[in-house]
């Protein structure tokens, strides 16, 4: 079943000064009745979203992403990534009209792409897994365009890379994308990194017109190679608009439609689909786990602040949410946590804080209240990593870094803790031992197919119902289920003392 919507309206367009969120849950509505949403909708809610100087700018723009987009993609269904493309369609379509989608439209145009039905026409067989027979010799380059969030980037597009590298391993991977790819896949065999931003939280025409900076990459990563020699492995990226827009000849893409139906597997995590549509696309049978690769840099600092704590229980705490309060356990949950933990002798918990200001305070606070309990507390920041050693043997550590440098210091861990972020995926692929809280997940599918997955699979995952009532006990309740967990981690882990 769908998760319900709140406020759910009637059926039909609603009128021109009806704020976004009504018009983004009548949307939803019919598609959850199986009704035929008006698409007329996105057009409205984009008219409002361009209009910066006006009030309902931002939160015309969050009930299309929010509300709309998001929606339809945590449903993992086929139906829902159709209505997705279409609203996307739709989406390039407006940016196209307007001055600053211009060069977007012409190029385009160049293509022989006019509108967004010729995009659909374009997408949809690239979305089914038709194998790629073509040459082994002939392949020269991968282009894999990221997902933009990190956790998607492990558990897909390194996959993808990996299993690229095994079919043509003499070509060239290039991962295009964010800063975090060098820092988290600095040795995988094969690839080179294309640096390209992305503006995640930027405007209705900064999401959708960066477009031609990627075809251009693309374009010049051809310009010295012969003919059809680049093939684009598209793992549902926001910088193609989930695959609408080309980076090369159709013939040489293949879109890999991550939020699908699934009927010949059993509840599959998003690596587990990754592998199983490389099998089908690739003519290969080799599954590849999700791997992370910190750059050295990273490793070595790490190394330098651990020297000497063989005999610690060193944890690392991560209680970001992506920006997506609901799948965070309130307050105090962390404290109650941090408190069990701190029951097992010789205990080092490292608390991300995160690059946003309320994960700043959240650490700031959380330390506070552990000295006024007598705990040993410190904060440090990446620059300082390298110089440091491990300051006590039983405390809290906060930290503020890079992603890079907490997945060194996870390499150095002895477990993790966090809920549905990039950082499961991190921890999972390096094999750390984890306690991950599944909290406000849509539905079952969702839930799934985020979860991460590990070569050895040590991780509790800790299961809330979107609907869960938290009061003082129930949050309580949820601490010590995760502490007796790390008390199980702590109890199997050799050559601590106690």
Same mark, same amino acid.
């Given at each position: 079943?769908?998760?319900?919507?709140?406020?759910?309206?009637?059926?039909?367009?609603?009128?021109?000064?009806?704020?976004?969120?009504?018009?983004?849950?009548?949307?939803?509505?019919?598609?959850?009745?199986?009704?035929?949403?008006?698409?007329?909708?996105?057009?409205?809610?984009?008219?409002?979203?361009?209009?910066?100087?006006?009030?309902?700018?931002?939160?015309?723009?969050?009930?299309?992403?929010?509300?709309?987009?998001?929606?339809?993609?945590?449903?993992?269904?086929?139906?829902?990534?159709?209505?997705?493309?279409?609203?996307?369609?739709?989406?390039?379509?407006?940016?196209?009209?307007?001055?600053?989608?211009?060069?977007?439209?012409?190029?385009?145009?160049?293509?022989?792409?006019?509108?967004?039905?010729?995009?659909?026409?374009?997408?949809?067989?690239? +979305?089914?897994?038709?194998?790629?027979?073509?040459?082994?010799?002939?392949?020269?380059?991968?282009?894999?365009?990221?997902?933009?969030?990190?956790?998607?980037?492990?558990?897909?597009?390194?996959?993808?890379?990996?299993?690229? $590298?095994?079919?043509?391993?003499?070509?060239?991977?290039?991962?295009?994308?964010?800063?975090?790819?060098?820092?988290? !896949?600095?040795?995988?065999?094969?690839?080179?990194?294309?640096?390209?931003?992305?503006?995640?939280?930027?405007? %209705?025409?900064?999401?959708?017109?960066?477009?031609?900076?990627?075809?251009?990459?693309?374009?010049?990563?051809?310009?010295?190679?012969?003919?059809?020699?680049?093939?684009? %492995?598209?793992?549902?990226?926001?910088?193609?608009?989930?695959?609408?827009?080309?980076?090369?000849?159709?013939?040489?893409?293949?879109? !890999?439609?991550?939020?699908?139906?699934?009927?010949?597997?059993?509840?599959?995590?998003?690596?587990?689909?990754?592998?199983?549509?490389?099998?089908?696309?690739?003519?290969?049978?080799?599954?590849?786990?999700?791997?992370?690769?910190?750059?050295?840099?990273?490793?070595?600092?790490?190394?330098?602040?651990?020297?000497?704590?063989?005999?610690?229980? !060193?944890?690392?705490?991560?209680?970001?949410?992506?920006?997506?309060?609901?799948?965070?356990?309130?307050?105090?949950?962390?404290?109650?946590?941090? /408190?069990?933990?701190?029951?097992?002798?010789?205990?080092?918990?490292?608390?991300?804080?995160?690059?946003?200001?309320?994960?700043?305070?959240?650490?700031?606070?959380?330390?506070?209240?552990?000295?006024?309990?007598?705990?040993?507390?410190?904060?440090?920041?990446?620059?300082?990593?390298?110089?440091?050693? %491990?300051?006590?043997? $039983?405390?809290?550590?906060?930290?503020?870094?890079?992603?890079?440098?907490?997945?060194?210091?996870?390499?150095?861990?002895?477990?993790?803790?966090?809920?549905?972020?990039?950082?499961?995926?991190?921890?999972?692929?390096?094999?750390?031992?984890?306690?991950?809280?599944?909290?406000?997940?849509?539905?079952?599918?969702?839930?799934?197919?985020?979860?991460?997955?590990?070569?050895?699979?040590?991780?509790?995952?800790?299961?809330?119902?979107?609907?869960?009532?938290? +009061?003082?006990?129930?949050?309580?309740?949820?601490?010590?289920?995760?502490?007796?967990?790390? /008390?199980?981690?702590?109890?199997? +882990?050799?050559?601590?003392?106690?």
């Amino acid at each position: 079943m769908r998760s319900k919507p709140p406020d759910i309206t009637p059926q039909g367009r609603l009128g021109a000064d009806a704020p976004p969120q009504a018009i983004a849950s009548a949307f939803i509505a019919d598609f959850i009745a199986g009704r035929e949403p008006e698409l007329s909708a996105i057009d409205q809610l984009c008219a409002m979203a361009v209009k910066e100087e006006q009030p309902t700018a931002r939160p015309a723009l969050n009930a299309l992403y929010g509300s709309i987009i998001e929606t339809l993609c945590d449903d993992f269904t086929t139906s829902g990534m159709q209505l997705t493309a279409r609203v996307l369609g739709r989406l390039l379509d407006f940016t196209r009209a307007t001055e600053p989608g211009r060069e977007m439209n012409e190029l385009l145009n160049s293509l022989g792409l006019p509108n967004s039905d010729a995009l659909l026409a374009r997408y949809t067989p690239l +979305t089914e897994p038709r194998p790629l027979d073509l040459p082994a010799n002939s392949i020269k380059k991968i282009l894999i365009p990221s997902r933009v969030t990190i956790g998607a980037d492990v558990a897909i597009s390194g996959v993808l890379a990996q299993r690229a $590298h095994r079919c043509w391993p003499t070509a060239e991977i290039l991962l295009v994308g964010p800063n975090h790819l060098p820092q988290l !896949f600095a040795e995988l065999p094969g690839v080179r990194y294309l640096p390209l931003a992305y503006e995640r939280y930027g405007g %209705l025409v900064e999401r959708i017109t960066g477009w031609p900076r990627l075809y251009h990459i693309a374009r010049r990563e051809q310009a010295d190679l012969p003919p059809n020699a680049m093939l684009v %492995l598209d793992p549902d990226s926001r910088l193609t608009q989930l695959g609408l827009l080309p980076l090369t000849a159709a013939s040489h893409s293949r879109i !890999f439609p991550s939020r699908t139906d699934v009927s010949d597997l059993t509840r599959p995590c998003l690596a587990e689909l990754a592998n199983h549509w490389c099998d089908r696309v690739l003519g290969q049978d080799s599954h590849q786990w999700p791997v992370v690769t910190p750059h050295p840099e990273y490793h070595e600092a790490a190394r330098r602040f651990m020297a000497g704590g063989d005999d610690v229980f !060193f944890l690392i705490l991560s209680p970001g949410v992506g920006n997506n309060e609901k799948k965070r356990i309130p307050d105090p949950f962390e404290q109650y946590l941090v /408190r069990a933990l701190l029951e097992l002798p010789n205990t080092v918990v490292l608390v991300d804080s995160g690059t946003r200001q309320r994960g700043r305070q959240r650490v700031t606070d959380l330390l506070a209240a552990m000295r006024s309990s007598g705990v040993s507390t410190t904060f440090l920041r990446e620059e300082e990593l390298a110089e440091t050693t %491990l300051p006590f043997k $039983h405390g809290v550590i906060g930290f503020q870094g890079s992603i890079g440098a907490m997945a060194g210091l996870m390499q150095r861990a002895r477990g993790f803790f966090g809920y549905d972020s990039c950082c499961q995926h991190i921890a999972a692929a390096l094999d750390l031992p984890s306690v991950i809280a599944f909290a406000g997940a849509p539905n079952d599918r969702f839930r799934d197919r985020w979860r991460s997955q590990g070569r050895h699979g040590h991780t509790h995952i800790i299961a809330v119902n979107s609907d869960t009532v938290y +009061t003082r006990a129930r949050i309580e309740a949820l601490a010590r289920e995760a502490a007796a967990a790390f /008390r199980r981690i702590y109890q199997s +882990t050799p050559g601590l003392l106690s």
